[in-house]
């Protein structure tokens, strides 16, 4: 079991040469990340809506929409997903810089992969910021994310690691709708290809532990909130 592969998310790669996405997506899944491929730029912007990944690798030059369109889209919907460019030349790398899209970096072919994984990383860490380290409240539970402690008043509840991980990524969100394709991603790493039954599963359990006090409420067709 990898806490640290989990911890990594899931990357969206869209890249249109099918040997430069095997390269990247086989270094991806080497350094623990969970891997999403699109080919194209017209099936690019639902699977960010269907996989809500951690980050983008986003190739310029693509059929149908091209990246930087991609970007300004997301950018346009206030979807501020952390996008790493791919540029083949350097009038490339000028449109994606001058423009603002909100681009967190970039990288031009050929790049090395270890190159383009220390990038994804790094964007990450920014963007992620220094842990929230500050416990966290709702109804009765607390949750220590530093210490990975859970409390129901004076009682410590035992609970697994992904339990833990799902309870402080719904407890970070009071009161917001999370998909189980988004807490496959962000909790687990996984694209949803892999099945949205083991959250319901683990939801099941992580409420079996908090009795009570579970602040988790199903929402029907869509996934769970903690409120
Ligand atoms: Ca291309």
Redesign the pocket.
């Known amino acids: 079991m990898s806490a640290t592969a989990r911890a990594r998310g899931l990357v969206l790669v869209v ?3 099918p040997a ?1 996405a095997d390269v990247i997506r086989l270094n991806l899944v080497n350094a623990g990340y969970g891997v999403h491929v699109e080919n194209s730029g017209d099936t690019a912007l639902d699977a960010v809506r269907r996989f809500k990944p951690a980050a983008i690798i986003l ?4 059929p149908g929409i091209d990246g930087v369109e991609i970007c300004r889209r997301l950018r346009a919907a206030e979807d501020w997903t952390p996008v790493l460019f791919v540029t ?1 030349r350097d009038d490339e790398v000028d449109r994606v810089v001058g423009l603002e899209l909100g681009a967190d970096d970039y990288v031009t072919k050929p790049f090395s992969p270890r190159e383009l994984v220390a990038r994804v990383t790094g964007v990450l860490r920014r963007v992620n910021g220094t842990p929230d380290a500050a416990p966290r409240t709702l109804g009765g539970l607390t949750v220590d994310t530093t210490q990975r402690r859970v409390f129901h008043g004076d009682q410590e509840l035992t609970l697994t690691a992904t339990e833990f991980d799902l309870l402080a990524y719904l407890i970070r969100r009071p009161g917001r709708v999370v998909t189980r394709e988004q807490l496959l991603s962000e909790v687990w790493g996984y694209s949803a290809v892999a099945g949205t039954r083991t959250v319901d599963v683990h939801i099941a359990q992580l409420r079996a532990k908090l009795g009570a006090a579970s602040p988790i409420r199903t929402v029907r067709g869509v996934g769970y909130s903690a409120e």
Do not use: F, N
């Not at 190739?59 to 693509?62: H, T």
């Open positions: 890249e249109d040469e430069i190739d310029v030059g693509l083949a």
